[in-house]
């Protein structure tokens, strides 16, 4: 049998619990999660079967159409285009973009389904897509070889990182929005880093449940919240603080950051 | 019957064909170009089969040993690792780091084969390649539930970018030498297109065949030589100038490329 969680010597260790009761915080759905990093990336890995049954991976650009569906354009020269004429089984492979620090600590997601050809006005939807994605295919994307295809979902597994993940189905998926402010992510935790680091260090200790916490840095940012890695006298761990209402819009991100810091020192 | 070769009418377009006799400029063999991007990179996709036979993509950490055998280490909690005990066919798939311009012009390369557990001397280089990689494997690499495995390559496809691309077999690619250069290579183009377009220019002029040329940029360097981008009056192309001899080392580059200026205004 299988195991179903990690074996070792060193599997116990636990990071320090907090000292003080913490409000809930809302996280991103594992549907939201992966429609994140399908709207934010284009470049992707494709698993197709190779002519003996073989799992053949490849690198294709891709592009979403408005609920979340990949669309892709493939050529009959390439190997994983011969591919998908034989057996449309397929699985994409999405990643964060500009990965900084640990990249197995970082978003990845994989979508597995089928793949068919798009007709009529998803045809249009998806050429028009895909175009936006790499102006270039409006010269490829029009050679005999090429086809058009968009993936039908069946299966979604998201992975956030060390021990943040969960799989979730096509409904959810494609019922899901992206986060409005997972663009300008990387740029506010810089900025947060940098600049305020007093005022992370006080949500830690006022609302992060970790009154004795000597140092924090906010390790991501998303829509309803953000996570902080604390460090404190009785070891290093994470907390995460809940906005006081999800941000819609990117510019949300600000006054919903300033609203956490005035209330920590309150 | 699938096409050979793309099919439209877009298809005849070409580039301005040299004006002067050029010299030949060695390339990395598609071998070489996949030992680079193996050699250059720690994180790739990885195709295996599900269990119905269907291809699963995920994103692994990879190690490479001294031959170029990628080594991953598999958690039989992730669905890659329960499918590897079933059915050890898988590929592996690695882009270029850092991509900036048009990522379908970017190298990529597909290794497919079958995994194995090293065992002995191997499985020893195996955990060092591999902590080398990801430092934090020496505490999860000794988890139960994980396990080294060592990629026995069987066909290697290589992609450069648009018209680049070429398959090699295991032999070539355990014989061949990553590029010595290429860390360095994305700081030299930059280099070089900065501060010395004159210099890129004279060459394209006296080495590259367009004496016509009215424009260079560096486009790409390797051991062997640089790619050039140019405009002409006659359209925009690009020519390949060689070294006079292979950088065997990183601070070779300088040397040659500047050789290559001297030559140009000679």
Not at 29 to 36: D, K, M, V, Y
Not at 194 to 220: F, I, S, V
Request: hydrophobic residues 40%; negative net charge.
């Amino acid at each position: 049998m299988l195991p179903t969680d990690h074996l070792g010597p060193a599997a116990g260790r636990s990071a320090p619990a907090p000292l003080a009761e913490v409000a809930p915080a809302p996280r991103r759905t594992p549907a939201e999660e992966a429609r994140t990093l399908v709207a934010c990336n284009r470049m992707a890995a494709l698993a197709t079967l190779s002519e003996d049954g073989a799992p053949w991976g490849s690198l294709v650009l891709y592009a979403a159409l408005q609920d979340g569906t990949p669309v892709l354009c493939l050529s009959t020269l390439a190997e994983h285009g011969r591919n998908v004429t034989r057996d449309a089984r397929a699985s994409l492979v999405v990643g964060e973009a500009d990965v900084t620090g640990d990249p197995l600590d970082s978003g990845r997601v994989t979508l597995a389904g089928v793949l068919e050809e798009p007709v009529g006005d998803e045809l249009e939807a998806a050429r028009a897509a895909y175009r936006a994605a790499s102006p270039t295919s409006g010269l490829y994307g029009g050679f005999g070889d090429f086809t058009y295809y968009a993936l039908r979902v069946a299966r979604v597994r998201w992975v956030g990182g060390y021990g943040r993940m969960d799989s979730t189905d096509a409904g959810a998926y494609h019922a899901a929005e992206p986060d409005p402010v997972a663009a300008g992510a990387a740029h506010a935790v810089q900025h947060l880093n940098e600049d305020h680091a007093d005022a992370l260090l006080a949500m830690a200790r006022a609302l992060g449940g970790h009154p004795d916490a000597t140092e924090a840095t906010c390790a991501r940012i998303d829509r309803y919240g953000l996570d902080l890695s604390l460090k404190t006298p009785r070891g290093s761990t994470e907390t995460r603080i809940g906005f006081a209402e999800p941000a819609n819009r990117p510019g949300d991100l600000r006054a919903a950051t300033v609203e956490l810091a005035k209330r920590a020192r309150a």
